[in-house]
């Protein structure tokens, strides 16, 4: 939108005619001639000026219609814009010359007596502390107390740990004795139900029949036998 409103701007600045009664008086050290020569070469350089704002506001379209198919955001834009900005900024002169300048003063600041003789003093300090009695002995006191806590960390698990054994085990006999109870309680009461009993009824009439069935064939089996030890009867008449 902003491409296009530049674009319709420079048309209109380059339709409006120049009105001669507009132009004023001539400067003075100027011939006719070399304001005529001069509002020549301005209308041909404002010609210039809209000719390029047209292409620039082509160009523009066609730059956002490719980024819009490639997918890019005006985001995308901003970024590349403040990175570009950025490294423009790190390759300036005055950039340059801040950063030598800072290193400058900072090689000063270290290498001055001042500096040297605060960092020589802070390091007698805490070579002092270090070597102090108070020091050691607090060091000594949170090295006691860690190891104090870990032990009772350490006591807290394994009782833990073996309660939780013996919870497991009490429940594991708990349910084995419930078992046992319940199956020598339900023997004797399956033994003494009416379908237990009719049962055992069946099973004895069925080993009745057979014992029986097996008697019957035997004595068969022996009879020829035994009819052969009798002597024969002699039926006849005389």
């Known amino acids: 939108m902003e491409s296009a409103s530049q674009g319709l701007l420079a048309d209109a600045m380059t339709d409006v005619p120049v009105d001669n009664a507009a132009r004023g008086a001539a400067p003075e050290g100027l011939s006719v001639a070399e304001e005529e020569e001069l509002r020549a070469e301005l209308a041909k350089v404002e010609e210039e000026i809209g000719t390029l704002r047209q292409v620039l506001a082509a160009k523009e379209r066609h730059c956002g219609e490719l980024k819009r ?118 023997m004797p009461a399956m033994r003494n139900s009416a379908t237990f009993k009719s049962f ?14 097996r008697e019957n064939s035997t004595d068969g089996l022996h009879s020829p036998s035994g009819a052969g030890d009798k002597p024969p009867q002699d039926n006849a008449p005389f």
Not at 200 to 213: A, F, L, N
């Open 69 to 186: 198919k490639l997918g890019l955001t005006p985001l995308d834009g901003l970024k590349q814009n403040l990175s570009k900005s950025w490294h423009d900024v790190q390759v300036s002169n005055a950039y340059v010359k801040t950063s030598e300048k800072l290193g400058e003063w900072n090689d000063k600041v270290t290498q001055s007596d001042l500096y040297l003789s605060a960092s020589s003093t802070l390091e007698d300090w805490n070579e002092k502390l270090t070597q102090s009695e108070a020091y050691k002995k607090t060091q000594e006191t949170l090295s006691q107390a860690g190891q104090k806590t870990s032990a009772a960390l350490s006591n807290v698990g394994s009782v833990i740990s073996r309660k939780l054994g013996d919870m497991r085990a009490h429940s594991i006999s708990h349910s084995l004795s419930g078992y046992s109870i319940r199956h020598s309680i339900s």
């Open 200 to 213: 055992e009824d069946r099973v004895g009439t069925i080993k009745s029949r057979v014992v029986g069935s």
